[in-house]
């Protein structure tokens, strides 16, 4: 065949082939094409999943008649016009290719109005017919309906599944699109039933609401709220206490700017900010909002934008993450007994059954295999610990004030600490909670015991170096990031143009695979522009540590030793769940236990 130009339509379904892959790929199109429009209410209708229509229509600017056939061709778009433009785009859409693919490949009727415009005007495309646009009746804005998606490409409708399945991933797409802009109300009709009619969200309460309504509210009732502002990068959203995690990573919603986004960088910022509250294999749940100058992100990675590309990645990524974790290291034990948020006191009133199922995780294997010094070091640390607090409780106690776990009672058969304080009964679990205590303790303590004031880790130098062959890149990485490796304790030298040698380790892993740790953390690296492996390894090692130096059930706790415990807890971040998310305390409020016994009905 000699080389030849292809004819429009065809060049229009191969661009469709990329980008509208289902009836979900047209529904994202247009509700993006609405919100760049800036409307305010959308109206979206569906009928068998989608395939035979879906309609969308809104409230915006609309679209002036001379303009309608433009906004079917091919490269035709309103939202950029240089090169500078596409450096800074802040709108959803900007190829220009979404509306010309979409008609290429179903019936697709374009009406609209521009604003403060007397009339509305309508093009109809089928396939590669178009017609001229013509006058229509309408109100302001615009509406754009696509019948029998793939009608004229027999190969794509064959890969449609059942209209139950479609529905679900247009249903998706709607509600993802609603937690991107609270201050749009959309409401969604299938097959002339109403399924979602989420009115405008302007307080914090309304958009909770509306998160509760798409994410469902035991999410909202679990969730932490995340307000942090660092130079021009802003990240607000809602992040699930680790007692709400889920077995998928189905319950994450990352938006950019207002584009919902799944990015590697992120994702993972977001799982090191979990990191040591959750339990291997669980994933965490949130909402969550950045927002940041458009020049420092490329979104121009990837035709349907999810994936993007960040200037910076490093930075953002330490932002996400130190913001993360910082919100959920507030949650020490007692700080939120008096917030319904909490999910606590409500959760052991109402639904011991489900709980017991949610936290049944077994404990953590021995990675690095603890010493007997590591259980001689936490039990040491323990015996200081119990000194200092219990002085402390004498003087609270003295001047009458209660503390926010209260005053022990009982050891109930060796498990569980019965409490007393202002708000009725508190129970804890002594062993995961001491366990949490003497975690953070040794943690501490290891990051303050390096050599240098930063407070970096203690290294200890290989009897014999390690040479370690890799690729020059990653050689190169090595050299340059020199320094990182050494605040994490790892003394790395470039031995030749494919060669590392490996001089000094964190003491903590001596016993650990210092190839495979370097390898990791060179790929780390090179993916995300930062590793958290060796760090991740010791505070593996010192989790063991705490389990086996923790208090053990069935040990007969004394009121001082359990009175210590409890003002550790109270004093120590992230005590209000065990390293594996599992709840530390709970609380019997005095209302609790009257709804109990049906005291006052
Ligand atoms: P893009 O969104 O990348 O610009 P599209 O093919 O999706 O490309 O849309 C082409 C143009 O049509 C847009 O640039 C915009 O000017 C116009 N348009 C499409 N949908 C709407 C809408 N709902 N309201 C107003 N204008 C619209
Ligand atoms: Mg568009």
Partial sequence: MPIHQLPPQLVNQIAAGEVIERPASVLKELLENSLDAGATE????????????????????????????LALSRHATSKIGSLEDLERVASLGFRGEALPSIASVSRLTLLSRQRGEGQAWAVESTGAERDEARPAAGLEGTSVEVRDLFYNTPARRRFLRAERTEYSHLEKVARQISLSRFSVAIRLNHNGKRVLNLPVARSLEEQERRVASVCGKEFISHALYVEHELGDLRLRGWIARP??????????????????????????????????????????????????????????????KHEVRFRDSRSVHNFVRRTIESTLAETSAGMNAAQPAAGLPAGAAERPRDRAGEFNHPQPSLRFGAGRQGIAESS?????????????????????????????????????ILARNSEGLVIVDAHAAHERVTYERLKGAYLGAG???????????????????????????AEANADKFASIGLLVERGGPETLTVREIPVLLRNANAEALLRDVLSD?????????????????LATM???????????????????????????????????????WTQLSMQDLDRLFQRGR
């Fill in 525 to 541: 690296l090179g993916e995300t522009g930062a590793s958290d492996r060796v760090e991740d390894a010791c505070f593996d090692l």
């Fill in 451 to 477: 050599p240098d004031e930063a407070g970096g880790v203690q290294r200890q130098p290989l009897l014999i170096p390690l040479r370690v062959n890799v690729s020059t890149a990653e050689a190169d990485l």
């Fill in 243 to 304: 007692t709400f995690s889920r077995s998928q990573p189905d319950l994450q919603y990352f938006f950019l700017n207002g584009r919902a986004v799944r990015d590697r960088v992120i994702v993972n910022a977001v799982k090191q900010g979990y990191r040591d509250v959750l339990f291997h294999g669980r994933h965490p749940a949130y909402v969550l909002y950045l927002e940041m100058d458009p020049a420092y992100v490329d979104v121009n990675a990837h035709p349907a």
């Fill in 546 to 584: 705490a389990c086996h130096g923790s208090v053990r059930a069935n040990r007969n706790l004394s009121l001082d030793e359990m009175n210590a415990l409890l003002r550790a807890m109270e004093a120590t971040e992230r005590s209000d769940q065990c390293n594996h998310g599992r709840p530390t």
């Fill in 42 to 69: 959308v109206d979206i209708d569906l009928e068998q999943g989608g395939i035979k229509l879906c309609r969308v229509r809104d409230n915006g600017v609309g679209i002036a008649g001379a303009e309608l056939p």
């Fill in 380 to 416: 040491h640390l323990y015996r200081a610990l119990t000194a200092t607090s219990a002085a402390a409780n004498e003087g609270e106690s003295a001047s009458g004030d209660i503390p926010p776990l209260g005053f022990a009672i009982a050891h109930l058969h060796g498990v569980y």
